[in-house]
């Protein structure tokens, strides 16, 4: 079968991830390097693995992960970084068939510390909890950034997702808890949801110190009715919610400012 693709006019090569253009067909992990590799490094590379496995693209080896992104660094000289590796999906054009290679993708650039408190609105869109998609970090992340654009026109500074049921899920980059009478919550994986590298070391934290915690599906006006949310994330670690759409909180939590203090010190923050 006779193809031409090309870009600008101009044919492309064979081994442009051109799938991961037409498809979303690829996987990724961002995380802060602070002059090192991030204490749960291994939990992104063991996630990327799994997600290229479920979309079949050929996993290159965790060795040649790591060299790429320590080669990209030490070109950078960036002591404090923002750091993105995508695997990306090579192979021909049939979206069906299999991808057969793979490229690495690198994003090096200066970190910026996030807010302290963010204000966020409820996203207009629905996630599926039943979409495999969401248990996977994917490139395709439209509906992400539709839900970002959303959120920001409207003044807020992010949007947390609801699913089909009303279920609370997940914010755009991030995973969301919050608290109730010193006890901390947050939503299930079965919910629809990417489980955070930062949410796993949070729940940790919880348990090694006997707070009370709870996975489970919870709705909005449970949300709305606690008495501290904050989101998490390999990048900000945990940032304050101030308000969902017109609910304001009062972010005072003694129970917050310890977990706050065990993830700093696993991340190697404090």
Known sequence: ????????GKPISDKLAYRSIFYGEGVFETFRW???LPNYFNRHIE????????LGIPYPSNEIIRNAILKGLLEAGILDAYVKIALLSVGNS???EDPSDYSILIVIREYER??????????SYRRNSSSPVLRIKSLNYLENILAKREAISSG????LFLNEKGEVTEGTVSNVFFIRDDVLFTPAPECGLLKGVVRGVVIEVA???GFGMKEGRFDLSILKTSDVIFLTNSLMGAVLVSSVDDRRFSNNSKLFEKIETGLLEKLGWD
Do not use: L
């Open 1 to 8: 079968m006779k193809e031409i693709i090309q870009i600008d």
């Open 34 to 36: 602070k002059s090192k």
């Open 47 to 54: 996630r990327i693995q799994n997600g290229a496995k479920s």
């Open 94 to 96: 049939v979206y069906y």
């Open 114 to 123: 996030p807010k302290s408190v963010v204000d966020t609105t409820v996203s």
């Open 156 to 159: 807020y500074d992010g949007a």
């Open 207 to 209: 348990k090694e110190n």
